[in-house]
DNA sequence: AGCAGATTTGAACAAGTTGACAAGATACCT
DNA sequence: AGGTATCTTGTCAACTTGTTCAAATCTGCT
């Protein structure tokens, strides 16, 4: 009891110093998987585990403990790796969000260099929809979309802060791009366009099974290139050609 | 150990003839609210409290007791009246869907007579989305928008099942007026039609304030009518104009 | 009034949860 | 080779979880 708030503050200040030891830290990383014993291999090992975690039982519904035993090591090791159970959430996200946002970012830049306005509409909702959609498909990464479908509907308060700190600042730089595209609109049907777009990926990336039932197995959320194509089309007109009554 | 199960049949057992027994239930809706000890009344007391408590914290995230303190009423109470968490979690649905799916059809029934192509399109999206952001702007219901949008994203509602129980059969219903409005499309196209304004609406009745704080306050989803202009118009267009390259 | 069944209550249970720790093992540097 | 910091391990205690129980209380009917 009396010692429960000095024990954490000693582990996580353990924590800290064993995160901030850049120089012991980048030497073991050109070693990764190389030998049993090393702290970011297993760390790598306890990620993976827990994005399938998480993206299957949600936060709450994912266990420390089964992660451990997915990742086939003792549960103290994820204490000792990222502190506490949400150390372990935040610490997925901070390793896959660059992917996503910097694919985005080139994306955008490609779309800015694009003079006809049609095509540069079309180029900006690739550079949104096509990284997460890839994503999706990937085997590896296909759990991180769907712990990202999850954040969106979640009032809870860190996790709302994970996607406002990785994810808003490329949002506004889209929808920017998306106001210079469309000078003619207003700025509402601009973020309402943003939003829909926003609803289509995630949606999409969460299913679960439901669109292929749906659809009786014709249209499948696995299939990248025709799933990219058919939402693309219909963002594409969506932006270009809606007229609000 | 061994009375586990012959005790959760008695238990089942009574509720079931509990629910059976119409006379003595419709005798007491009248005075609903009334005394203090009255079924009905404390069975809607805590379908409200889970209602919200299953909105913020998910399913697992949510706590019985937790409930139970919201509803005022002790934790036993909770298993007296719906059996289990899971139960309590169905039985939401079995209150709130029929509002949903009854206003969709009756949306369709109106669409089915209008003459012109465009706007039989424009009546289906309206037929799909007003019924559910009238409920999320509605303060009672907001909660039962945001369970609604964890269901989809959550791998563990197939196994409950609800959400194909409830919903499936107004889908098709849906998809199959979108092939008779635009008979020149491919059944792919209006699939991926479909899911696309499901995933909109989704994403906009499920939001905890990214839309606001992303638009600078300038869209807003408690606003039903501007909100619904909004979308409709962008999924009218992309059913209509959108071609698949 | 009195009975029968429905409802409520507080307490308890078993299973499973997180986070903690001390002791052991390993790798690296001087 | 020895010291030091990093990493691993098995085990533990404190706490929550969903669910159940037996007893108390109320309601409507005969």
Redesign the pocket.
């Known amino acids: 009891?009396i010692?429960?708030g000095?024990?954490?503050r000693?582990?996580r200040d353990?924590w800290n110093?064993?995160k901030s030891?850049k120089n012991?830290?980048d030497?073991?990383v050109v070693?990764i998987e190389a030998?049993?014993?090393?702290?970011?291999?297993?760390?790598m090992r306890i990620l993976m585990a827990a994005e399938g975690e998480f993206a299957d039982h949600g936060f709450d519904g994912?266990?420390?403990?089964?992660i451990a035993l997915r990742a086939d090591?003792?549960?103290?090791?994820v204490?000792?790796?990222f502190?506490?159970?949400?150390g372990l959430y935040r610490a997925i996200f901070e390793m896959r969000a660059p992917m996503i946002v910097d694919q985005r970012i080139a994306g955008l830049r490609l779309a800015e260099m694009e003079p006809d306005p049609e095509r540069k509409v079309e180029m900006i909702v690739k550079a949104v929809l096509v990284p997460n959609l890839h994503m999706r498909s990937t085997e590896k990464n296909s759990s991180y979309a769907r712990i990202l479908a999850r954040e969106v509907s979640d009032p809870k308060s860190h996790h709302r802060k994970v996607v406002a700190e990785f994810f808003d600042p490329i949002a506004y730089k889209v929808i920017e791009a998306l106001q210079r595209a469309m000078p003619d609109r207003t700025v509402e049907e601009i973020n309402w366009g943003y939003q829909a777009m926003l609803g289509v990926m995630v949606y999409t990336m969460a299913d679960t099974g439901r669109i292929s039932r749906l659809s009786g197995g014709l249209c499948d959320p696995e299939d990248e290139m025709t799933t990219s194509r058919h939402l693309v089309a219909l963002m594409k007109a969506a932006l270009l050609y809606s007229r609000v009554s």
Do not use: C, D, F, W
């Open positions: 009891m010692s429960q000095r024990h954490r000693a582990l353990r110093v064993a030891e012991a830290e030497r073991k070693m030998t049993q014993r090393n702290g970011a291999a297993t760390r994912a266990t420390v403990r089964q090591i003792p549960v103290a090791l204490n000792y790796h502190g506490n159970k949400e």
